[in-house]
Each structure stands twice: as C-alpha cells, then as structure tokens.
C-alpha cells in the first residue's frame, strides 16, 4: 500500500524567506507526482506535476523535484509572499489507476 | 469557465436521514472521483468513475453509492448518515488516462458536511 507523508506538518516563516516543503512515498514506481495548493474552505488547485521521467518542474517561483529512488519530493517556493500561506499537499497514483494517495498536508504561514 | 461545481456547500444531516451530493463538470472529463476529507488524514477516496455508465470502489466506499449516467455528472448519495459521515467532500475530475498522460486532477470547492 502506497503511504505518502508530509513534514512538518506546520511552518512559519518571515516574508521573504525560501521555503523547502517535504514529501515521502514509500512505493517507488510512480507515474507521476502531483503537488497542490489548498486554501482554507477552497477546494484544492493542481500547481505542478512531475512525470516519473521528470526530475523536476517549474513555474515561476516554484519548483518540485522528484527522487524516485529514494521515495522523495521537494517543492521550494523562492521569496515567500503572505499570500502563499495555504495547505500544500502531495499526491501521488496507486499503481496504475488514477487513484491518488495524498499526503496530510503542510500548512505554511507566511508572516508579513 | 466552471470547471468542477459542487452543490450544496454546506449540509446538516440528522443520523438516519439521507441526501446526495452534486458534482457536474464541464471539461469533457472521462475521470471523476470523490475524496473525503478529515483533519490530519488527508484525502481519501471514496468512489470513482472512468466514464458514463463505469462506477468502482475507493478506499472508503461504505455508506456512499455513486452512478454516472452522464459524461458531466457524478453524484455521490449518503444512504443512511452517520456522525462519523462528518466530513469535508470533494468532487475532482480529469482525463481518464490521467495518469499516464500525466494530466492534473481538478477540484471542485467542496461541500461541508454535518451529521448530528
């Protein structure tokens, strides 16, 4: 069974700062890595997916890389803004179904 | 562009009684699926479709049914509500070879659900 774990569960960090949020799968033959953004009371938003060929993904000032081997993904968001203070949440298919396993979740908190 | 519509937004349910949750997209999705979510637990899934007509289990089916007669709808129905039933759902479709096309999940905003 596909488990996936995000920590911390929680961060704080001064506006500014980089942010480095963590994601671990214990099954290793994944097609893909989804990483989403979850505002409070709001569904969640797909902010990059990184194929299994893929080592990383960008969009703008995000980042996600994949290591498959080692069952990790990181997601870095340069020069955080309070208005990325939000859930970030990963997830990623059970075998080949699109069935997703997600993470918990890292709420982040970006203070002005 | 609507995307996924989930209706209600918020429900309050007394043990027993029943209710179906709406969930239409408009993006020619094959895929559509129904999570739940609970603090500290994450999503999990409930039920999903690859297409009208095609129906199958998640990791937490018991309670819910589902159908899909249209490529657009996908309702998921409580049949006797229970307090552990409390639960935040989401509707979320994408392209029925999502995975190995690669194409993103999206997501509805969620009804909020109450069983007292």
């Known amino acids: 069974k596909q488990e996936v774990t995000q920590i911390p569960a929680a961060l704080s960090v001064p506006e500014g700062e980089n942010l480095v949020l963590n994601c671990s799968f214990t099954d290793s033959a994944i097609y893909n890595l989804q990483w989403f953004r979850q505002d409070p009371g709001k569904g969640l938003t797909s902010l990059l997916l990184?194929?299994?060929?893929?080592r990383e993904q960008t969009s703008g000032r995000l980042n996600a890389s994949l290591d498959k081997s080692s069952g990790r993904s990181t997601l870095y968001i340069a020069a955080s803004q309070p208005g990325d203070s939000a859930t970030y949440l990963c997830?990623?298919?059970?075998?080949?179904?699109?069935?997703?396993?997600f993470g918990a979740g890292t709420t982040v908190t970006v203070r002005a | 562009n609507a995307g996924v519509t989930q209706t209600p937004k918020f429900q309050v349910l007394k043990t027993g009684q029943s209710m179906t949750l709406q969930c239409a997209q408009d993006m020619n999705h094959e895929y559509m699926s129904w999570y739940r979510q609970d603090p500290g637990m994450g999503l999990r899934l409930i039920h999903y479709?690859?297409?009208?007509?095609?129906?199958d289990q998640g990791e937490v089916p018991n309670g819910y049914n589902v159908s899909r007669s249209t490529t657009e709808d996908f309702p998921l129905r409580l049949l006797s509500a229970a307090p552990s039933q409390t639960s935040v759902y989401f509707c979320a479709s994408s392209y029925a070879d999502g995975v190995k096309a690669n194409s993103p999940l999206h997501f509805g905003n969620g009804t909020r659900l109450t069983v007292t």
């Open positions: 479709s690859v297409g009208a007509g095609i129906t």
């Open positions: 990184i194929q299994s060929s893929q």
């Open positions: 997830a990623v298919p059970l075998g080949n179904d699109y069935k997703l396993s």
